[in-house]
């Protein structure tokens, strides 16, 4: 049984990977996002007390992949993962990643959690800003659990899936 917490910025192949792994251990996914939001209802920020109690019923499981940008208030998660994949990614690979995406679901080509807006993109830009401007404290905020994080780029990412 294995639980893997996974975290990086907007539009480092957090969903990416964790579909991959997911296929590759047979173990279920979420995203944090969809906690955190209500899709459902139109797109509703949730209360922190109802996206911890959804949260917290994910955690109930034997496995899980959990991916994410970091939010403290899932710090809970990181404390019962077996293993933290941290994936590192330039501020620029984001940027065109986040503006990829975007395109790509405004074409109708790529499903999407969030209707693709021009302030939906810009609400991305700006968290990729916020993500890279607040890095070191996340990093500072990481330290405890170091002895199982694992640092990722996109060729680690790639030798985790071929092995």
């Given at each position: 049984m294995k639980k893997i917490y996974i975290i990086g910025p907007v539009g480092s192949g957090k969903t990416t990977f964790s579909k991959k792994l997911s296929k590759k251990y047979n173990i279920n996914r979420y995203e944090l996002d969809k906690v955190s939001w209500d899709d459902d209802n139109g797109n509703i920020k949730r209360t922190d007390e109802e996206a911890l109690k959804?949260?917290?019923?994910?955690?109930?499981?034997?496995?899980?992949?959990?991916?994410?940008?970091?939010?403290?208030?899932?710090?809970?998660?990181?404390?019962?993962?077996?293993?933290?994949?941290?994936?590192?990614?330039?501020?620029?690979?984001?940027?065109?990643?986040?503006?990829?995406?975007?395109?790509?679901?405004?074409?109708?080509?790529?499903?999407?959690?969030?209707?693709?807006?021009?302030?939906?993109?810009?609400?991305?830009?700006?968290?990729?800003?916020s993500?890279?401007?607040?890095?070191?404290?996340?990093?500072?905020?990481?330290?405890e659990f170091q002895d199982k994080m694992i640092f990722l780029n996109n060729k680690k990412i790639k030798n985790i899936l071929n092995k």
């Open positions: 959804l949260f917290d019923e994910i955690l109930e499981n034997d496995s899980w992949i959990i991916e994410d940008v970091g939010r403290n208030k899932f710090k809970k998660g990181r404390e019962q993962a077996d293993i933290i994949y941290y994936i590192k990614l330039c501020r620029l690979k984001s940027y065109y990643r986040v503006t990829k995406r975007w395109l790509k679901q405004r074409l109708g080509v790529e499903a999407y959690n969030h209707p693709p807006t021009f302030k939906q993109l810009l609400y991305f830009i700006s968290t990729v800003n993500y890279y401007k607040n890095g070191k404290n996340k990093l500072k905020e990481m330290k």
